[in-house]
């Protein structure tokens, strides 16, 4: 059975790219088309497009996250595989809903069906997906092998052909997840102190910038960090006359006056939305 990291551009899985060499590495890139988005280095830019085997303009996540996976892969000394789905703005219209916390499509659309579709192409057989929960996260990893079928295996469903003009679904076997830092008891202080003086600069926060994860005063956070970011994801809610969070907007959330500053050690980063598997 052959190996895979899914990579997200945090430390974590990179720690696992790093330290357990697998068959293949991936990294699922969330994207846009909004130029007001833009990743402001040109050469680069250039570059994540023959990767993608597509234009890029730019992502919903932190912009230094692009260059953290090509220093990343020059540090393991190994080939990251790029993979995209469709930009963010247009898995949107596909429901008659924003992604949210009760139906995160997004995860789906942006993150695993990018990576399943690359496994159907190239693999297509059984893999070993290496999974970033580190030791104190059992029961994350329970929950996910309890969705395992009869095999071991995660399925995902995806459409296999057309019937009287119809399209045809199939759940497809084909990953089974293992968790090489619950094994090792490896903590996140742990990996702190590995990628401390390494030549890979990571982001402060993973995910996308408007992530519904995220609490109110985290994502008025991100909306002084990244205004133009959070600025489509207001975009979305008044397009959609919808919301990423329950019984809020976007803007009423940018709009807050806050009694004091905000700093980044003021928050933790969210694991919560499995972005990276």
Request: glycine share 6%.
């Amino acid at each position: 059975m052959r190996t895979v990291n899914s990579i997200s551009g945090g430390k974590t899985s990179a720690f696992i790219a790093a330290n357990y060499k697998a068959d293949y590495n991936v990294f699922a890139l969330v994207t846009t088309n909004d130029l007001n988005c833009i990743y402001p280095d040109s050469f680069l830019r250039k570059e994540v497009s023959q990767r993608i085997n597509r234009e890029f303009i730019g992502t919903l996540e932190d912009d230094k996250i692009i260059k953290t996976i090509f220093e990343l892969e020059q540090f393991i000394g190994s080939r990251i595989t790029w993979v995209a789905g469709e930009s963010f703005e247009n898995i949107i219209p596909k429901s008659n809903y924003l992604p949210n916390i009760m139906h995160r499509y997004c995860t789906t659309e942006l993150k695993l069906k990018p990576i399943f579709d690359f496994w159907k192409s190239q693999i297509d057989e059984p893999i070993e997906m290496r999974i970033g929960f580190r030791a104190n996260e059992t029961k994350r990893a329970e929950r996910m092998i309890k969705k395992t079928n009869d095999n071991g295996l995660l399925e995902f469903k995806t459409i296999i052909g057309k019937k009287n003009g119809r399209n045809r679904w199939a759940q497809i076997q084909w990953q089974k997840p293992s968790f090489p830092l619950i094994e090792n008891r490896i903590f996140k202080d742990q990996i702190e102190t590995f990628w401390k003086n390494k030549p890979v600069d990571f982001a402060e926060f993973n995910n996308c910038v408007g992530c519904f994860h995220r609490n109110e005063m985290f994502l008025k956070f991100m909306s002084e960090m990244h205004p133009n970011k959070f600025d489509w994801f207001i975009k979305r809610e008044s397009e959609t006359n919808n919301t990423f969070k329950n019984g809020i907007t976007y803007q009423k959330i940018k709009e807050y006056k806050m009694q004091m500053g905000l700093f980044s050690n003021d928050f933790t980063n969210c694991d919560s939305g499995s972005c990276g598997l």
